[in-house]
């Protein structure tokens, strides 16, 4: 069948949202006198949504709290700041107007209203027709309900959709859902982890060529 629609991740695929996300770390665990978390030990550290990521620093750094007041100081502070050091990576806006004949969706493990948010300030939500976060289905990536709800929600087969991210998470739910996947190398996970990708890509902008393909097919 032929593609119609593209489904992308959020953090790393479409957007570099890690200094943010690392401002948000910091202020949480400021009150335990922790030395700072780097913006590359945040990379490492994201993906599987903000519990989670309390939950590893928890463990890691023996931090003598609750993982809900972490989580909830971290969500204080990141809703108040989602965009003052996030950037769009290159060739995103233009490669989503090349993609202007396709359904467009995101699926994050971040939070629906985060998400959602952060691509209304970066002027990136007009491109899409729906946004899926972490709260939005009863499981998230590398689930594949997240692709599945997408799928039924604008009434696509998996035959007719590819899905574009930059970790194991997005192709574990990709190809569990039985859709087609492309894995970006610029993002936050090593190539190492990309292995079971469809197709892998340095830059978006070679998304539309193999989006021509896939609709030739």
Not at 11 to 40: Q, R
Not at 128 to 151: A, C, F, M, Q
Not at 163 to 178: F, H, K, L, Q, T
Request: charged share 25%; net charge negative.
């Amino acid at each position: 069948m032929s593609l119609r629609l593209i489904i992308f991740d959020l953090d790393g695929t479409l957007i570099d949202s890690s200094p943010d996300i690392a401002d948000a770390i910091n202020y949480a665990i400021d009150p335990y006198g922790l030395p700072p978390i780097s913006v590359e030990e945040t990379i490492g550290l994201v993906g599987e949504g903000v519990s989670r990521l309390m939950e590893k620093l928890i463990e890691r750094e023996g931090i003598p709290a609750d993982k809900d007041l972490l989580v909830g100081r971290f969500l204080e502070y990141y809703s108040a700041h989602l965009v003052d050091k996030t950037m769009v990576y290159p060739g995103v806006r233009e490669t989503l107007e090349q993609l202007a004949v396709y359904k467009k969706a995101v699926i994050s493990n971040k939070r629906e209203s985060l998400s959602g948010a952060i691509l209304q300030k970066l002027g990136l939500a007009p491109y899409l027709d729906i946004v899926v976060g972490s709260d939005t289905t009863r499981e998230r990536k590398p689930s594949p309900v997240p692709v599945l709800y997408v799928l039924s929600h604008l009434g696509v087969s998996p035959e007719e959709a590819v899905m574009v991210g930059d970790s194991n998470y997005d192709i574990e739910a990709g190809r569990a859902a039985g859709v087609r996947t492309v894995a970006v190398t610029y993002g936050y996970r090593p190539v190492s982890f990309l292995k079971g990708a469809d197709f892998i890509i340095d830059s978006l902008s070679a998304l539309p060529d193999i989006a021509g393909k896939l609709s030739a097919t």
